[in-house]
Structure formats: structure tokens, C-alpha cells
């Protein structure tokens, strides 16, 4: 299993790939803004994406539609976001996300869902 | 034997030329050095910080995803363990120490449940909410800032009456954090302290108040009208505001008390509430309004949209179609916009009047009926 965390906090990247690592969850990506995720997706096939949404570069929302529009792929996305707004969510679903998480979150419930996710 | 600098370069004047070069000389590579060693001082900082911070986070990611603080699973000693790492770490420096606060809020920001809980209780397990008090205590309103932060962050309410001495301080800034602190410390008596404020409430306080008040239960919020009689408009108006967001009816004598205000802005968002509240029973309040509004444009605008909302054909319509003939266009739109939403009634006035003053309203009316827009 390969997995994308995209994320600029350092510190949220840390733990995320700490539980997952835990959670032998695969192997672990991590790009800190939307250029270098969009790279690596360019370069690898993930099982699943990890994104928050305001990252530098390109937003979360702009990677999910670019995996879905012009990668054409369909790995399960998940988002993550301080931003609860029903429009927010809203917005991720209709560009293809699969699961929005707000921030903030617990651990062990991103790893209930990334094992659904996975499992599907 | 030697020859004086002035038998060499001749003269008083070039002697001088020649010291006051060397001074400037010397007091720039002097500047230069110091400019060096600081630089050398703040990145060897940096790096001893970030190095830190790496092996600060690797212990505080072991006690968030164990989530050990409360599951009966998990032995408390492996808590401990974890606690006597970071002791080890960061001993008794104030450096090591502020690396490992900046580390716990970083990651407490985004973590929510057992994680968050055990990140609060590594911080008062280490006596961290020591050196956060401290900072209050510091010359630069920075510091405190950050020692105000710091301790809202992590729940410490015995820093209450210590907060609210910078309530009203000079520093905006520093103002705003003790205010959004003491926001969010006083949880069982929400906003308390709205009772001495004197200082004004600004555009960045009301935000993130309103965005606090929105995550609480709704059942704990205060009954805003409390404040409609503030000395401080700026209260008066944020209370009035938060009573429209959070549709608190039982407010509605009180604002329409407030219709009487001497105050403009005051009238304006009362007026502008009770028309959001949808409040029938003081159409009559509102109309009265008329004749104090009429040189206002802001004002009748919003007299205007407030009986679109509140008025019907026995109370409210004549006021609306008189205001078809203010002297601003806007309100015009407005009067024009009401009378629509009164219904069959009001639209058929409007294309009456509209009829009678020779299709002065035509492009108004073409306006609020494109669909686009509605």
C-alpha cells in the first residue's frame, strides 16, 4: 500500500505518519505543498491520498480534481480541513473527494477511516 | 628617527582625514563581526531548535497515538516513561523547555479527543503552565501575548485573574489575546467580562468570537440583550449582531427599545434585526421610525428592508411606498424589493406607482424580477 500525506504542517505530517506507520498501513509519502504532491503523483500510483486543503501552491480541492480530472484516477481521497463549512465539504465531495475529516481530529479516528477506505 | 603622519601626508586636515577614516574602519568591521557572530548565535539557535523540536515531536506523537491518558488498556507507566523522556530532554532550560510549548500547541491544534487531552496533560504533568505564567510577567507585551496564548490554549483557568488584567491594555494586540482568552477559559459563564469592557470590539475580535460561539452549544450562550444597554456601542452593537446570528427572540422587547437609541449605528442594526427576526409584532416600532430616518439613506434603506420582511398590507405598506419617492435611488431599490416580497398586494402598488410616475421604477423593477438575481 502506498500512501500520500499532503500537508504543510510538519507537526500533523509527524503524528499522521507516525499512526499509520503504527497501524502498518504501508509505505508513507509526504509532500508539504501542492507542487510536490502533484509531482510525486505525476511519478508514483498511491492507494490512497491524505490532503488538507490550504496548502501552498495548489489547494487540496485543486489536487483532488486534478488527480480526478487529468490523472483520471480513481484513489481514494481524503480531506482534511480546519474548515467545517457545510459549502467546504460540499465542494470536496463534488470534486471527487471520498471522505472529509475536519480539523481538529483524532488520530485513531483518520485510522478508522483509512482502513475503511483501504479495505473497500 | 620617525616621521610624524603630518611630515609624511603634510598638513593637520589630512591627518584628521586619516584618523577619522580609521575609526570608521575599524567601528565597521566591528559592526560586521557583530553582525556575524549574532547571525552565527541565532542559526546555531535555530538548529539546536529544530533539532529539539524533531525529537520533542517524536515523544509527543508516542504519547498522542497511544492515547494512554485515560484507556484502562494502556498502564499509566508508560505515561510516565514517556514524561521522564521529555524531562530528560529538556531539563530545567528555558529554551528546551519553549520548544517543547511550541511543539505540544502545534500539534494540540489539529488533534481533538483523547489525543488532545493527553498532549494538555504532558503539559501540566511538566509544570509547563509555570513559564507560560511567567511570560505574563514580562517587560515586552509579545512575551505576554504568547504566555496568554499559551495558557488559553491549555485550559488553565487558574490564569483568569491574571489574563484580565490586560483586558483593557494599551496593546491591541495583547488586548485581543487576553480577550479571545478569556473567551475561551470562561466556558460556564460565556463572555462575562463584556461587563467591564471599555476598550472597542474590532472586526478581528467579533470574528473569532462569533466563530467560538458557533462551535459551543447553543444552550450555554448568553441572552445577548444583556449588553443592548452598554456604555460601549461597540458591545451594544457585536451583542446585537450575536442576538440576529443565534435568533434569540427573547431579545426582541429589549431591541425594540432600542429603536430609540440616540445612536445611529445602533438604530440601524436593531432595525435591521428585527427584520431578520421577523418580528410582526413591532412593525408598528419600525414605522414610527420614519420621519428620524427619512435624511438617512443607510438607515431608510434598512427601514425599508425591515418592513419587506415584517410589514403586510394593514401595517408597513404605506411607509414602503413612500419611500418610492426618497430623494436616493437606492432606496428606492430597497422600497421597491419590499413591496415585492409583501406579496400580490405590494407588487401590484409597485407596478401602480410605477404606472402613475411614467415608468420611473421600470428599470428597478427589471431588476429585482431577473431571476438570476433573485
Redesign the interface.
Known sequence: MKILICED?E??I??IR??LA?ENMGELFKATDGREAKVLLQENDFDLIITDIHMPYHSGLELTAYVRNELKKATPIIVLS?EGLEDTVLQAFAVGANDFIT???????LAVRVKRILNR | MMPALRDIHGGADTTFFIVVTLIFLTLSVFIVLMLFITRMVKSSYQRRAAVLRVRC??I???I??H?LYSTAQQPVSAFEYRLGELRMLTGNAGFARQVLID?IM???????????RALTATYYELALQRRSLLKLKSFFWKRRAQGIRELSEMGYKESIPEIMKFLNAGEPILRQESFMALVRLEDDRPLFFLDDYRQDLTDWMRINIYYYLTRQDVRKLPVFSRWFNHPNTSVVLFSISMARQFRQTESLPELARLLSSPDAGVVSVAIQTLGELEANQYVSNVVRLTERVWDDEKLSRRLARCLGRIGDAQEGLETVVRFLSHPAYSVHQEAALALRKMGPEGVAILAQFNAENEGVLTRIIRHIEEPLLQ
Not at chain 1, 103 to 109: D, G, M, N, T, V
Not at chain 2, 106 to 116: Q, T
Open positions: 504542517d507537526a500533523l509527524s503524528m507516525f499512526k503504527r480546519a480539523k481538529p481530529f483524532s488520530p485513531a479516528e | 515531536q517524536k509527543l506523537n508516542a498522542v497515538i492515547e511543539s502545534e500539534l494540540k491544534k489539529n488533534l481533538s479527543g483523547a489525543s488532545a
